[in-house]
T-cell receptor, first 113, second 108 residues
Framework: DGGITQSPKYLFRKEGQNVTLSCEQN?????MYWYRQDPGQGLRLIYY???????QKGDIAEGYSVSREKKESFPLTVTSAQKNPTAFYLC????????????FGPGTRLTVT | KNEVEQSPQNLTAQEGEFITINCSYSVGISALHWLQQHPGGGIVSLFM???GKKKHGRLIATINIQEKHSSLHITASHPRDSAVYIC??????????FGTGTRLQVFP
């Protein structure tokens, strides 16, 4: 089955620790995205990548880092510099850019205490 | 004011009712997406449209470019339609702006 996997579904960390969220897709999509979802707010774009070895900051990139070493993988690291890391994180991919349909992963709920 | 506004924020309905969810945007767009988010958090893309109307099963999406408005309709609603419905505007070739979502509950 083609799709996007994110792991783990739930993640707990202590404040001050970096944590990496996994996102893998086998849809052969060029573009991949990371979004953050907070209660009462729309999804906000953290980072996106249109091609391997290239990525762009989204609206709320501060405190986050990404890599795109392989087409199918786009891991997100939440660093200790992120002031409010507790949130629901969604990864998505698409054949191209925003005019194309986006396919979403199941999400990872990160709780930092 | 958000660039993408949805209404209503919450909606309850009896099974079988016709549902309408609205989305207004204040920016120029290249496409408008409708998404469905289930209680577990997973998101599914329902429609992507740039003009006119699209239909899939009991779901219909329309867009009026001149009025900067889109609607999602659900005919003969069913409890399994209960979810959060999100519209997202593609404001240029590489970015989506999301509405805050409409939470729909359909009761038997």
């Amino acid at each position: 089955d083609g799709g996007i996997t994110q792991s783990p579904k739930y993640l707990f960390r202590k404040e001050g620790q970096n944590v990496t969220l996994s996102c893998e897709q086998n849809l052969n999509h060029d573009a991949m995205y990371w979004y953050r979802q907070d209660p009462g707010q729309g999804l906000r774009l953290i980072y996106y990548s249109q091609i391997v070895n290239d990525f762009q900051k989204g609206d709320i990139a501060e405190g986050y880092s990404v890599s795109r070493e392989k087409k199918e993988s786009f891991p997100l690291t939440v660093t200790s510099a992120q002031k409010n890391p507790t949130a629901f994180y969604l990864c998505a991919s698409s054949p191209g850019l925003a005019v194309y349909e986006q396919y979403f992963g199941p999400g990872t709920r990160l709780t930092v205490t | 004011k958000n660039e993408v506004e949805q209404s209503p924020q919450n909606l309850t309905a009896q099974e079988g009712e016709f549902i309408t969810i609205n989305c207004s945007y204040s920016v120029g767009i290249s496409a408008l997406h409708w998404l469905q988010q289930h209680p577990g958090g997973g998101i599914v893309s329902l429609f992507m449209l740039s003009s006119g109307k699209k239909k899939h099963g009991r779901l219909i999406a329309t867009i009026n470019i001149q009025e900067k408005h889109s609607s999602l309709h659900i005919t003969a609603s069913h409890p399994r339609d209960s979810a959060v419905y999100i519209c997202a505007a593609a404001v240029n070739t590489d970015k989506l702006i999301f509405g805050t979502g409409t939470r729909l509950q359909v009761f038997p």
